[in-house]
């Protein structure tokens, strides 16, 4: 009987590993759309190689290379995805109008469900949450495809400078100088790969409790006190960005639609390792779905808000696109 390994063998085993590469391409895209399409590129091409698959190396880091593979050709022809304050523009002004660019490749948020780590490990969970970080994916965006690369394989999966040059094309002392070159730059715009997701506290979800309150009861004076001092809100695909809680809250007046107790529906989603909800805006007796809003916290009040327009992420998030009124009550 031939011990030659079966494309069978090869569904098998990869297939848990769907997840955690996902996550790497989501890592390398910014987007989850993307991410989802190479990780079925990277199964075909592995599924056709697998036959001269040799077993120098374990199929995971094996499909870790063709999926980092994969990725670095697509960006040839793509651009990175931005937020709005990546674009380099001051703070808008919160009385002006909002100015949308569909153009533009937004970064995505992605669903904890899709590229989190599996529940039953909780070291795996946490060094997840930490490596799918809006704030980290925004600023790998900042970095060349192969720099961005070589940083997410050494600082994030922890692989050796040998094994991340035989996954690049390039010589170990040729990823110990863009490994250098990429840390500095992210050091610039990110918090540390290093720094702790830590689980909210209870003053932390009283906070998120206050935050939700305020746009289900209309209360947005209330919002002023509840974000830091220099505090970001964005939102894909307007360009605009805003700093500072007056400005903030001044902007959720001016352009929010709603303007009453009762119009907004916010839903707990996980997204990102962080806090976030799906937002509804009810209409003729219907909550319809609104927007995506991941929300970064600072010590007991909310630092950034991103805000995410784009219709699809109700699906990608399993959630559906209307909520009946009396059903939320």
Known sequence: MSDKPTNEDFLRQADPMRRELLAHCYRMMG?????EDLVQETYLRAWRAYDG???????????????????????????????PTGLGAPSSDATGPLVQDTEVPWLEPVPDALAGASADDPAAIVTSRESIRLALIAALQHLP??????????????????????????????????????RAQLNEVSPSMD???E??????????????????????????????????????????WYQGPES???????????KHHGELKLVPIAAN??????????????????????VTLSGGRVRHVGMFFEEKLFETFGLPSTLEASATK
């Open 199 to 240: 689980p909210l506290d209870e003053e932390q979800k009283a906070q998120l409790d206050r935050y939700v309150a305020a746009f289900e009861n209309y209360d947005i004076d209330s919002l002023v006190d509840l974000f830091t001092k220099d505090a970001i809100w964005e939102m894909p695909p307007f360009v605009g």
């Open 248 to 258: 903030i809250v001044e902007l959720i007046k001016r352009q929010c639609p709603a």
């Open 273 to 294: 390792g962080q806090s976030a909800f799906a937002m509804y805006f009810r209409e003729n007796g219907v909550y319809r779905q609104f927007s995506i809003m991941v």
């Open 53 to 83: 698959f040799e077993g120098r190396s374990s199929l995971r880091t094996w499909l870790y290379r063709i999926a980092t593979t994969t990725c670095l050709t697509a960006l040839e022809s793509r651009g990175r995805r931005p937020l």
């Open 145 to 182: 495809p192969r720099q961005r690369a070589v940083l997410i394989l050494r600082d994030v999966l922890r692989w050796k400078a040998a094994e991340v040059a035989e996954a690049v094309g390039l010589s170990t002392a040729a990823v110990n100088s863009i490994l250098q070159r990429a």
């Open 195 to 197: 720094d702790p997701v």
């Open 31 to 35: 987007s989850v759309h993307d991410a």
